[in-house]
């Protein structure tokens, strides 16, 4: 039981980071659908540098900066050019996929030593909880501390209540003199490095190789974890490790004894979005509520004179 | 100096020049990338683009790769512009595959007439059933149709892998994750002796004049283009939201599903794990580059399939990695959304604007 609830966590971390930048995002009242492709550029990104240069904490930071300048492509087109944020989002993300192929071509199957997991001396000591939590690798701990640092940011702090006038209502925003067009390039920056050390958690620490489409949907799936958690920021820590869990489950099921193909169990997480996506869809009001109201509109301030 | 203007009515130029314009500019950015790493960009310009159509046998690789593209980008196209967000053409392609093949496989041994048509409605009703849970539950539950779409991707894809591991493995095919050879009764026959191009390929062409049909000349058409253009004129119209939600999508998920049965039953043979090299994704840039119009459609699968074939050549001739191809079309969607901002702006000179 231990043994999978910690599993669970750390299947979960990829999912945590990815949808901690998406919540922002969103909250900023940008949808970006390019998750995937930032996530997987992040993962090359950070495996190529790990591999070349030996050293894996340059590999998490270029990871971060690719996802950054990933996220600046959508930003310009978005907020800039007033594309349609769906169809750019379809874009970044098939962009993503192919670049990361193509520049990863040569160093499939390579394998490096990825990150490895540091008890926390004390915490790690006790019993049941030590394990699950305090015996993980350094970017479980900073994942915790983003989490917690975010919670505090987004409800306690005016950077917070800025970010959500903005994707409430940019045209109130802009009135009061917030430069809504920058904190939307920064919330979508923000959210570009966290897939972006999201990707390199898959490369360095999950898997530490690099495989094309590795990330196997895990942009999408946060995509629908923000929805589950309804845009709240403590409640995505607790639905990435739900969803870690979805995915380990036919470990848990081999545990127990039962045979079942490995190929129907892959689909477990991926039919449990579904429901959830379901289960939240169907409380639309509940929805309508929580999601920040102006998620997906374009704001133009030309538009505003 | 120049400034942006934002036009008075959409430009019918742009809206045409725009889809040419993103091509002109991926090729320039697909020149300076090869420059960068080495290559001669004429030459690779030249595997990817021209060499395709060099000689009859690429010509009729190039058709092939374009039946499947263009039927998944007609029903995208309809989609679409009805404001359905279908990313899942994909796994609508993989569940008409699967339920094709689960049919041919039944008429293995057999010689009947009926072989091939069954095993195709097997495959366009198993997209169709695809496309329907989807949906079912954005219209039941108003679940999020882009994610929802895109998971029933994954899901059919874990399916067809389970299927070709399990129940429809070849018996005697030495545990490969591959069905049996279908009978030549549920092939797709080819339509020119020389070349491999099939009956699906037929059916793709009239798929695009099929959709122009409903699109241009029919009352549903009609209905479809002024939801996507105005929702509440729509429903102050009368028109029925749910069914033609219904409509756009079991229209796309036939077509996907009838291009994942072409697929097994025409060039493949048999049912294996990768059907598709990813043409239900590559099918939204075809249906974007083709402006959501059925014919539009038609000229942008055929460069998309060129684009595709060129890939493989680059492959083969020089070494560049096939994954070159997803990057070229999803800069050529960038590309394309940046240009389309000239339907509705212009630049013009502040001098000129003064007047």
Same mark, same amino acid.
């Given at each position: 039981?231990?043994?999978?609830?910690?599993?669970?966590?750390?299947?979960?971390?990829?999912?945590?980071?990815?949808?901690?930048?998406?919540?922002?995002?969103?909250?900023?009242?940008?949808?970006?659908?390019?998750?995937?492709?930032?996530?997987?550029?992040?993962?090359?990104?950070?495996?190529?540098?790990?591999?070349?240069?030996?050293?894996?904490?340059?590999?998490?930071?270029?990871?971060?900066?690719?996802?950054?300048?990933?996220?600046?492509?959508?930003?310009?087109?978005?907020?800039?050019?007033?594309?349609?944020?769906?169809?750019?989002?379809?874009?970044?993300?098939?962009?993503?996929?192919?670049? =990361?192929?193509?520049?990863?071509?040569?160093?499939?199957?390579?394998?490096?030593?990825?990150?490895?997991?540091?008890?926390?001396?004390?915490?790690?000591?006790?019993?049941?909880?030590?394990?699950?939590?305090?015996?993980?690798?350094?970017?479980?701990?900073?994942?915790?501390?983003?989490?917690?640092?975010?919670?505090?940011?987004?409800?306690?702090?005016?950077?917070?209540?800025?970010?959500?006038?903005?994707?409430?209502?940019?045209?109130?925003?802009?009135?009061?003199?917030?430069?809504?067009?920058?904190?939307?390039?920064?919330?979508?920056?923000?959210?570009?490095?966290?897939?972006?050390?999201?990707?390199?958690?898959?490369?360095?620490?999950?898997?530490?190789?690099?495989?094309?489409?590795?990330?196997?949907?895990?942009?999408?799936?946060?995509?629908?974890?923000?929805?589950?958690?309804?845009?709240?920021?403590?409640?995505?820590?607790?639905?990435?490790?739900?969803?870690?869990?979805? =995915?380990?489950?036919?470990?848990?099921?081999?545990?127990?004894?039962?045979?079942?193909?490995?190929?129907?169990?892959?689909?477990?997480?991926?039919?449990?979005?579904?429901?959830?996506?379901?289960?939240?869809?169907?409380?639309?009001?509940?929805?309508?509520?929580?999601?920040?109201?102006?998620?997906?509109?374009?704001?133009?301030?030309?538009?505003?004179? | 100096?120049?400034?942006?203007?934002?036009?008075?009515?959409?430009?019918?130029?742009?809206?045409?020049?725009?889809?040419?314009?993103?091509?002109?500019?991926?090729?320039?950015?697909?020149?300076?990338?090869?420059?960068?790493?080495?290559?001669?960009?004429?030459?690779?310009?030249?595997?990817?683009?021209?060499?395709? +159509? /060099?000689?009859?046998?690429?010509?009729?690789?190039?058709?092939?790769?374009?039946?499947?593209?263009?039927?998944? &980008?007609?029903?995208?196209?309809?989609?679409?512009? /009805?404001?359905?967000?279908?990313?899942?053409?994909?796994?609508?392609?993989?569940?008409?595959? !699967?339920?094709? %093949?689960?049919?041919?496989?039944?008429?293995?041994?057999?010689?009947?007439?009926?072989?091939?048509?069954?095993?195709?409605?097997?495959?366009?009703?198993?997209?169709?059933?695809?496309?329907?849970?989807?949906?079912?539950?954005?219209?039941?539950?108003? %679940?999020?149709?882009? #994610?929802?779409?895109?998971?029933?991707?994954?899901?059919?894809?874990?399916?067809?892998?389970?299927?070709?591991?399990?129940? +429809?493995?070849?018996?005697?095919?030495?545990?490969?994750?591959? %069905?049996?050879?279908?009978?030549?009764?549920?092939?797709?026959?080819?339509?020119?002796?020389?070349?491999?191009?099939?009956?699906?390929?037929?059916?793709?062409?009239?798929?695009?004049?099929?959709?122009?049909?409903?699109?241009?000349?029919?009352?549903?058409?009609?209905?479809?283009?002024?939801?996507?253009?105005?929702?509440?004129?729509?429903?102050?119209?009368?028109?029925?939201?749910?069914?033609?939600?219904?409509?756009?999508?079991?229209?796309?998920?036939? !077509?996907?599903?009838?291009?994942?049965?072409?697929?097994?039953?025409?060039?493949? *043979?048999?049912?294996?794990?990768?059907?598709?090299?990813?043409?239900?994704?590559?099918?939204?840039?075809?249906?974007?580059?083709?402006?959501?119009?059925?014919? *539009?459609?038609?000229?942008?699968?055929?460069?998309? &399939?060129?684009?595709?074939?060129? *890939?493989?050549?680059?492959?083969?001739?020089?070494?560049?990695?096939?994954?070159?191809? %997803?990057?070229?079309?999803?800069? #050529? +969607?960038?590309?394309?959304? /940046?240009?389309?901002?000239?339907?509705?702006?212009?630049?013009?000179?502040?001098?000129? &604007?003064?007047?």
């Amino acid at each position: 039981m231990v043994q999978i609830l910690f599993a669970a966590i750390k299947t979960g971390t990829p999912l945590l980071f990815i949808a901690l930048g998406e919540v922002i995002c969103e909250k900023s009242g940008i949808l970006n659908l390019g998750q995937e492709g930032m996530m997987l550029m992040g993962a090359v990104v950070g495996f190529l540098v790990s591999y070349s240069t030996g050293n894996i904490g340059l590999g998490v930071i270029s990871a971060m900066a690719m996802g950054v300048l990933m996220s600046l492509i959508f930003a310009v087109l978005v907020l800039h050019i007033g594309a349609n944020q769906v169809a750019t989002g379809l874009a970044l993300t098939i962009f993503g996929t192919g670049l =990361s192929a193509f520049i990863g071509a040569d160093f499939v199957g390579q394998i490096i030593q990825g990150f490895q997991p540091v008890a926390i001396p004390v915490l790690s000591d006790i019993p049941y909880i030590g394990r699950i939590l305090f015996s993980h690798d350094i970017l479980v701990y900073f994942s915790f501390c983003m989490t917690v640092a975010l919670i505090y940011i987004v409800n306690k702090t005016r950077i917070g209540l800025t970010l959500k006038a903005v994707g409430e209502n940019p045209h109130a925003a802009n009135a009061i003199g917030i430069k809504v067009l920058r904190v939307r390039y920064l919330a979508v920056m923000f959210g570009g490095s966290m897939a972006g050390i999201s990707g390199a958690y898959m490369s360095l620490v999950y898997t530490p190789m690099w495989v094309e489409g590795m990330t196997a949907g895990r942009g999408w799936i946060a995509l629908a974890l923000v929805v589950f958690a309804s845009w709240r920021v403590g409640r995505i820590m607790l639905g990435a490790y739900l969803f870690g869990l979805a =995915s380990i489950m036919h470990l848990v099921l081999q545990g127990f004894g039962w045979s079942i193909s490995p190929n129907l169990l892959a689909m477990l997480p991926y039919v449990a979005t579904v429901i959830v996506m379901v289960i939240i869809g169907a409380d639309h009001f509940k929805e309508k509520l929580l999601a920040p109201r102006s998620l997906g509109k374009p704001f133009n301030p030309r538009n505003m004179a | 100096m120049i400034r942006i203007q934002a036009r008075t009515e959409p430009s019918t130029l742009m809206k045409v020049a725009s889809p040419l314009l993103a091509i002109v500019l991926t090729l320039i950015f697909g020149s300076i990338l090869f420059t960068a790493i080495g290559k001669d960009p004429y030459q690779a310009l030249h595997v990817l683009l021209i060499a395709p +159509l /060099a000689d009859s046998y690429n010509i009729g690789e190039m058709f092939v790769k374009m039946g499947p593209l263009l039927l998944c &980008a007609v029903g995208l196209s309809l989609c679409y512009r /009805a404001n359905m967000w279908n990313i899942g053409a994909e796994g609508q392609l993989l569940a008409g595959a !699967l339920g094709g %093949s689960a049919m041919a496989l039944y008429f293995i041994d057999s010689e009947s007439v009926f072989a091939l048509p069954l095993t195709l409605i097997a495959g366009i009703l198993s997209g169709m059933l695809w496309a329907a849970l989807p949906t079912f539950l954005k219209l039941r539950y108003n %679940s999020n149709l882009i #994610l929802t779409t895109i998971m029933f991707n994954y899901i059919a894809l874990y399916l067809l892998i389970w299927a070709v591991h399990g129940p +429809l493995r070849d018996p005697d095919g030495y545990g490969f994750p591959e %069905s049996a050879i279908f009978s030549d009764a549920t092939l797709l026959p080819t339509i020119f002796e020389s070349s491999r191009i099939h009956l699906g390929v037929l059916f793709a062409v009239l798929s695009g004049v099929v959709g122009w049909f409903i699109l241009s000349k029919t009352h549903l058409g009609f209905q479809i283009r002024v939801f996507g253009a105005d929702e509440p004129a729509a429903r102050y119209a009368g028109f029925s939201g749910k069914k033609l939600s219904w409509f756009v999508m079991l229209f796309a998920g036939a !077509l996907a599903g009838l291009a994942g049965v072409s697929e097994t039953t025409g060039p493949i *043979g048999q049912l294996v794990p990768n059907v598709s090299p990813g043409y239900g994704y590559s099918a939204i840039i075809v249906a974007y580059l083709g402006r959501l119009h059925p014919i *539009g459609a038609i000229l942008a699968a055929v460069f998309m &399939a060129v684009l595709y074939m060129g *890939g493989d050549l680059a492959q083969i001739e020089m070494g560049i990695p096939v994954a070159v191809v %997803s990057m070229f079309q999803g800069v #050529l +969607l960038f590309f394309l959304l /940046a240009c389309d901002f000239f339907i509705n702006n212009r630049l013009i000179s502040t001098n000129q &604007a003064t007047n």
